[in-house]
């Protein structure tokens, strides 16, 4: 599962050339930038693809956000400032990906050297950021779009501003590309606009969900579209004849850090998941209906203990841990529940953890412990 946002910033020169609301609601660019990077920096998606990026708009979002996860491309056009004064240093134009990943391609189109698209490979999916033109200008632009995800050799997702609607683009890129739907009441992603929904969320060669429109609160002329992509999961509440598939899965995904500590016991290791196994704070994870993971929330004085969080190996790597921990996670700050967990010491999994907030306690020769105040 990859969770994914696309918003279109506006940069500030065609906002003063357009005269656009939001030129008059923050007069001081400095302080939208500020603002713009904050909201992102705020956010747990996965992937967040964005267009119309300043060049200051970039440097602050480097500044903020950790290295090698700020993708960009700068287009060969500068924009041409008409009126009002943008107050900007750089004023370069970008498309950019905020993703852990590499960057593998990415170009403006041919005969339009201010729209363009930006590819990210991701773990889950190719990732594309992209902004495409008006009219006929478009037609051979998403055609371009559909070569780089048929190349891909495996799924892909085309997030942007397409100034265009649904239709349209389904049309334009053929069948095998799946646009995320949005719920009948969605907000406009473009306020105003005579076409309200050009900006999408496209699926190709991977699952999308139903799609969201989430208020920009004034920052930009574009609100933010949401979605999640990727293999159907769910979480069920455990019953007790889970504890046998849970105390295997437990022993397979423990073994290699447990035998690089010298603690591995083959009994041992299910013997304490079927005695500290409490179905009522339990949850299986399943993968198309399939068992693939469980976790537990358990209780204790001032916290929850997050445990048992194991998923089986051939679902590691796509996402779904990420998503069912952020989902957890949501839950305990709309309680105001503060979070605790352990980790043996070496695991990979503490990296995880630490990206949503969790902070060092204390630790041990065998195991660290970290802790996560309500957001």
Known sequence: MITVASWNVLHRVHAENYAEEVAARWPH??????????????????????????????????????????????YPRVPAIRRGEPGLRDVTE?????????????????GDPGKGYLAVRTDAALV????????????????????????????????????????????????????AALPGDARPTRPGARTPHIDHVIAFGIEVSTAAVED??????????????????????????????????RAVVLRTDLERLGRYDEQRVRRRLRDAFTPA????????????????????????????????????????GTSVLRDLLR????????????????????????RHGFTLETEDPIDVYLVREPG
Do not use: M
């Open 331 to 354: 839950r305990c700050d709309r309680d105001g529940t503060r979070v605790r967990l352990n980790v043996l010491r070496g695991s990979p999994a503490r990296r995880l953890y630490e």
């Open 94 to 110: 970008h498309l950019v990906v905020l993703a852990r990943g590499r960057t593998v391609a990415g170009q403006a189109f041919d």
């Open 29 to 74: 660019e400095s302080r939208r930038i500020a603002a713009v990077t904050a909201k992102l920096a705020a956010r747990a998606e996965d992937v967040i693809a964005l267009q119309e990026v300043s060049g200051d708009q970039l440097a602050s979002l480097r500044a903020a956000l950790p290295d090698g996860t700020v993708h960009a491309l700068r």
């Open 216 to 249: 920009a609160g004034g920052l930009s002329d574009h609100n933010l579209v949401t979605a999640a992509a990727g293999p159907r999961v769910a979480l069920r509440p455990a019953v007790p004849p889970d504890v046998e598939a849970v105390a295997e899965l």
């Open 128 to 179: 594309v950021s992209t902004h495409v033109g008006f009219g006929a200008a478009s037609t051979a632009q998403l055609a371009r779009l559909a070569e780089v995800a048929r190349g891909t050799g495996g799924p892909a997702l085309l997030l942007g501003d397409f100034n265009a609607g649904r239709a349209t683009v389904a049309a334009a890129l053929g069948p095998e590309f799946v646009i």
């Open 281 to 320: 704070h339990t949850w299986i994870i399943e993968v198309e209906g399939a068992f693939a993971g469980c976790v537990s929330l358990r209780p204790s004085g001032d916290a929850v203990w997050l445990e048992h969080f194991y998923l089986a190996p051939h679902v590691q790597g796509r996402g779904i």
